[in-house]
């Protein structure tokens, strides 16, 4: 509207037409550059005020961000959710890789708290469709700690698959730097092992670094092949042992019963075990210790 009744008076002035002309066009210009940057060269914040600017340099969720994103992943309304879904994978993608392993501690407490099946599944899922370009970030990331952390976070969010090439790399890292880990990335890594997929639950109870607490937490996982790989771990602990000796498997008794750990009572009661093996191998372990 402005523009056309500049058009009107400029040519409405007793000045030569080419000067007003020119006047004419240099306005617009400037309109047009203002309008372009805006649009490409500055990019706007977004209309909804959780979501993340795309130049922030450090984009955050703070924790009431968080929640409404969330609360909006379990909206009635498609749009409603089909936007949070939207920007949760666009901030995963363009969050700084220092910033990830937070953003998963915060993101799978709300989960708890909020305790929704439906909304879980779909932050899940979001997390599934953006995990092949965070784990290939976290395995360039040169800082030890951000990438053992960010780990963690992976398997505390069941994103990290040991079937993908990529994955199987970067969980074989967090194994080679176990000796690195704090107390608390160690229960926090523990805690969330059982309900990991099957293929780092195994590689977790056969590895020789696995620290003890992780593999204590395991020793009571519903697989019996992992279950059976824990009791052959050399690591794991009398205590865990104690508990496999009572598994409803001969093969985890087995396993019990050749382990170095277990206590003496442990292996004369499976000399009494109800399978010949296990009584067969439970009488050779304990003639050894004698």
Known sequence: MLIFFAIDKIMSLSIPKFIGASILGAAIGLSSTTITSQVQGHPVRPHHKYLVP??????????????????????????????????LKIFMNNCPTSHLATFFTKMNDEKVRINDEEINHRVDAAINETSEGIVNRINNEQNIEIKLNCTISLIQSNALNYKEDNHKVLFNFLLANTNRLSLNSISTMSQALPKSNLGIKLAFAEHGNTPTQALTS????????????VAENQNTLAQALIALAGDEDSSVRYAVAQHRNTPIQILVNLTQDQDPDVREIAQKALASRR
Do not use: W, Y
């Not at 395991?218 to 790989?229: F, K, N, P, T, Y």
């Open 54 to 87: 795309n130049n922030d340099p450090h984009p955050q969720l703070t924790e009431d961000q968080l929640k409404k994103l969330v609360q909006n992943l379990g909206s009635n309304m498609f749009t409603t959710r089909n936007k949070a879904l939207e920007q």
């Open 218 to 229: 395991l020793a009571g996982d519903q697989e019996v092949s992992v279950r059976c790989a």
